[in-house]
């Protein structure tokens, strides 16, 4: 398994600014994914973030709203971008351990609120 | 394509047996399961790569179809322990993604 931190746990943030919430494992790491929840719902994938290439986005989010970073195998940044009321809900980074079950694991996610 | 879970909900007295099914419209690489409190992240439970497997521990169990379109989660004698959320992930051949079902909701009353 991995132990994986997300800093902040919680934001309140006004409408317009930015917000970036990293992610680290306790590992190296393939593959990183970064995924939305609403309050109640199922986790979205927003995107994954792969070391030394561009991350891949899901249909429905942009690299102009979402941008990530992924400098090294063991650290991710998600980036919440000109926010609005509509961008509150859970952030969650995981990763996926390189098995050949691709098993992944969550960090405790990053409650996100904008007011 | 999101996988379909059923119920949506259960409530239980403790000590009763839960089944969670999740069902995909096409065959599936993969299907891993999930527990999530209420503020927690998910925890993983468990994962079946094989048509037909059956895998558990304690008393949390699943099954895997021949087809390798449905997947089911038993719990059985239930605790307090295990409410939560149970979600279903899914990874379809040639994919390393998870695409997780709506969840389920499982309520046990003492």
């Known amino acids: 398994s991995a132990v994986i931190s997300q800093k902040p746990s919680r934001d309140i943030c006004q409408r317009g600014t930015s917000l970036t919430i990293q992610c680290q494992v306790d590992?190296?790491?393939?593959?990183m994914f970064w995924y939305r929840q609403q309050p109640g719902q199922s986790l979205t994938l927003i995107a994954t973030a792969n070391q030394g290439s561009e991350a891949t986005y899901e249909s429905g989010f942009v690299i102009d709203k979402f941008p990530i970073s992924r400098p090294n195998l063991t650290f991710s940044t998600l980036t919440v971008s000109n926010m609005s009321p509509e961008d509150s809900s859970i952030y969650l980074c995981?990763?996926?351990?390189?098995?050949?079950?691709?098993?992944?694991?969550f960090g405790p996610g990053t409650r996100l609120t904008v007011l | 394509q999101q996988p379909v879970q059923s119920p949506q909900a259960v409530i239980l007295r403790e000590g009763e047996d839960a089944v969670i099914n999740c069902s995909s419209s096409?065959?599936?690489?993969?299907v891993h399961w999930y527990r999530q409190k209420h503020g927690e992240a998910p925890v993983f439970l468990m994962i079946l790569l094989k048509g037909g497997e059956q895998k558990g521990h304690d008393k949390i169990s699943a099954s895997f179809n021949e087809k390798k379109q449905q997947s089911s989660l038993y719990l059985t004698a239930s605790q307090l322990s295990y409410s939560g959320t149970y979600f279903c992930g899914t990874v379809f051949q040639g994919a390393q993604k998870l695409v997780f079902g709506q969840g389920t909701r499982l309520t046990i009353n003492p």
């Open positions: 995981s990763a996926d351990l390189g098995l050949a079950t691709n098993e992944q694991f």
């Open positions: 096409k065959a599936l690489y993969s």
């Open positions: 590992s190296q790491v393939t593959m």
